[in-house]
């Protein structure tokens, strides 16, 4: 397996690990909209810190298990890269179009962050599954 | 667009030369050795000039190492 899709299979799991139950807690007991929320507030930084730690763990593992290996993208690995981020890209305008200029007309604080966080979230992991999937399609 | 078929002759030209591996190569060409095997696989098309530089380390013209074929076209379909 090439080093980026070890990578993007890291990446893609660090963020369903972590992002994955606090959307899940977030849909069964959505929290108030009053700013701060500082229980809620608490619960996205357990989750962004444990991705952190889990992407620092999983790099120095990579890096360990894959010497010899070339971390330059070569022009195969950059045409990968570009198509997921295309279309990563498209999700992330129309979510931001769908937070920015459509929910603030219904919704507000909490709700309006969750879901700008969760169309981050969705993008990344549409940038992370396009690049697995390319190097199982062109491999 | 006329549609056509891409293949090469990345595998049998690295067995005429020494039995070169994947790895060889593709330091030689700067790309990885899954970027070769998925080129030999005809699951990738490689740039013009990786290819020039995979005929440049073969010592061959490029056409001896990638061939083009254009697919018949379908003779049902019709064009106004």
Known sequence: ?139 | MIEGILSNQIRSLRFQHGEMTQSQLGERIGVTRQTIAAMESGKYAPSLEAAFRVAHVFGVPLVEVFQWEACRPNEDRRTD
């Open chain 1, 1 to 139: 397996m090439p080093y980026r899709e070890k990578v993007a299979w890291l990446s893609l799991t660090a963020m369903m690990v972590t992002f994955g139950p606090y959307f899940v807690a977030v849909a069964i007991s959505p929290p108030g909209d009053e700013l701060p929320n500082i229980q809620q507030l608490r619960a996205l930084a357990v989750a962004a810190l444990s991705q952190l730690v889990l992407l620092g763990a999983g790099y120095l593992y990579l890096r360990r298990t894959s010497r010899g290996e070339s971390k330059l993208p070569d022009e195969r690995d950059q045409a990968i890269s570009r198509r997921s981020i295309r279309y990563a890209y498209g999700v992330l305008t129309v979510g931001m179009i769908v937070v920015g200029c459509v929910m603030p007309f219904s919704s507000g604080g909490w709700t309006i962050v969750n879901a700008a966080l969760l169309m981050i979230v969705l993008a990344e992991v549409v940038h992370y599954g396009a690049v697995v999937l390319g190097y199982r399609r062109y491999a």
